[in-house]
């Protein structure tokens, strides 16, 4: 999560997804309102997140089942295709997307779940709060700068201090090249970035 744009906060959590999915089981979830997928992968999806969390309003017993159905793998690190319809990201409250996850915790076979989080739910504190770790891409520009002073007073104020808590702000390697199909995004583990994630996770 970052609450600035254009920081390679995506990019981050698609090639920390491929490197830790080549020892354990590893879902991506792109909890963004506008991601583009179907335009990166260059392919469109039958079912997304959307119409999974529509059985999850629903009430369905089989929501995990629903799920296998829908999945993609990039590399080995499997995706659910995320929303089309910012509608379905910004109808969506806090305890659906924490039952969500819970479900897909308790009654998946997932080693790590991945969350790409955007600024349009206005749930992130609590998703967040969710999570057992958080890194945030930053940049040292004045206007960046601000953005994060701001988001760190709010979740203060909100007396959310766990969340700061399991911060940790990253200031990433600059890409060769901006990732623009599936060929480059498996490719982004053999890169700088790749290199960088494996250090990280090392410490």
């Known amino acids: 999560y970052s609450p600035i744009g254009r920081c390679g906060k995506t990019s981050f959590a698609l090639t920390l997804g491929q490197?830790?999915?080549?020892?354990?089981a590893c879902l991506y979830l792109n909890l963004e309102a506008y991601s583009g997928f179907e335009y990166l992968m260059e392919r469109k999806f039958e079912q997304t997140l959307g119409d999974l969390l529509y059985y999850l309003r629903l009430g369905s017993d089989q929501l995990v089942t629903k799920m296998g159905s829908m999945v993609q793998s990039i590399n080995n690190l499997d995706y659910l295709p995320p929303v089309l319809s910012m509608e379905d990201i910004q109808s969506t409250t806090a305890e659906e997307w924490i039952r969500l996850l819970q479900q897909i915790i308790d009654y998946s076979n997932y080693d790590v779940i991945i969350l790409d989080l955007g600024n349009a739910m206005g749930h992130e504190p609590e998703?967040?709060?969710?999570?057992?770790?958080?890194?945030?891409p930053v940049r040292q520009d004045m206007i960046s700068?601000?953005?994060?002073s701001q988001w760190?007073?709010?979740?203060?104020?909100?007396?959310?201090?766990?969340?700061?808590?399991?911060?940790?702000?990253?200031?990433?390697?600059?890409?060769?090249?901006?990732?623009?199909?599936?060929?480059?995004?498996?490719?982004?583990?053999?890169?700088?970035?790749g290199a960088y994630i494996r250090g990280l996770i090392r410490e």
Request: with cysteine; net charge negative; hydrophobic share 40%.
């Open 127 to 136: 998703l967040l709060q969710q999570c057992d770790g958080i890194y945030m």
């Open 152 to 193: 760190e007073r709010y979740i203060s104020d909100l007396d959310n201090l766990q969340v700061l808590e399991k911060l940790q702000k990253l200031e990433l390697p600059q890409l060769e090249h901006m990732p623009d199909s599936e060929e480059d995004l498996l490719a982004l583990p053999r890169q700088k970035l």
């Open 145 to 148: 700068r601000a953005k994060i």
């Open 19 to 24: 490197i830790l999915a080549k020892k354990r």
